[in-house]
């Protein structure tokens, strides 16, 4: 069965703290997403990934970056967290057929206090 | 940035019922999808549509595509609790890689 794995449920930090969001897939996808969703106002694109090192900036990449060193691995980091940051946080793949994020992880809720 | 919006925002019906979700937009798409999403899980894909005019089911789910591409409907047919959950559109436009979320239907079908 096709996996989209991250690595934390819940995760609670404080203001000002690196913050590091892990996911694996194990599906060989080209292409591997960051999105954050909020009450209101729906999934947004944070970054995305086509390729090992490569990224794209998406909607609202301010405040984050993002590491893609092994296909099957991006990460998404906070660098300096504030507390609108506090979000649900998920990852998807896709293959390059479809560029679209076909299969999501379960979701990371960031705590920041 | 392309907006989606999606109608309504809420719903709640008893089991056995039909109903209908919007998903609207005044940009055109080449592709849009449909997930549903659990409580405490992620989206999952239900399924693209590409072609203007195109219709797929998935079994009790009936998915539309506008002739235009700016607009998709769901009907769901006898309406199960176990369809309950956020239903998401996502259109696609040009740009390779990134697709635009609605901020969902919340569905709740009592038995």
């Known amino acids: 069965d096709v996996k989209v794995t991250q690595s934390s449920r819940y995760l609670v930090k404080r203001t000002g703290e690196k913050v590091f969001l892990e996911c694996v897939q194990d599906?060989?996808?080209?292409?591997m997403f960051w999105y954050r969703q909020d009450p209101g106002l729906g999934l947004r694109l944070i970054y995305f990934?086509?390729?090992?090192?490569?990224?794209e900036k998406g909607d609202i990449p301010e405040g984050y970056s993002v590491s893609r060193e092994k296909k099957e691995r991006f990460s998404l980091i906070l660098e300096s967290a504030s507390t609108n940051q506090t979000s649900m946080y998920l990852c998807?793949?896709?293959?390059?057929?479809?560029?679209?994020?076909?299969?999501f992880g379960d979701g990371t809720r960031l705590s920041i206090l | 940035t392309q907006l989606l919006e999606q109608s309504p925002q809420f719903l709640s019906i008893q089991e056995g019922e039909n109903l209908t979700v919007y998903c609207n937009s005044s940009?055109?798409?080449?592709?849009l999808q449909w997930y549903r999403q659990e409580p405490g899980e992620g989206p999952v894909l239900l399924v693209t549509?590409?072609?203007?005019?195109e219709v797929k089911k998935l079994k009790r789910l009936t998915f539309q595509f506008g002739d235009a591409r700016k607009d998709s409907s769901l009907h769901i047919t006898a309406a199960q609790p176990g369809d309950t959950g956020l239903y998401l559109c996502?259109?696609?436009?040009?740009?390779?890689?990134?697709?635009?979320f609605g901020d969902g239907t919340t569905l709740t079908v009592k038995p």
């Open positions: 998807a793949s896709s293959s390059v057929q479809g560029p679209q994020p076909q299969h």
């Open positions: 599906m060989d996808h080209e292409n």
């Open positions: 990934s086509y390729d090992v090192k490569m990224k």
């Open positions: 940009s055109v798409f080449s592709s």
């Open positions: 549509v590409v072609t203007g005019g």
């Open positions: 996502a259109g696609k436009g040009g740009y390779a890689g990134k697709s635009t």
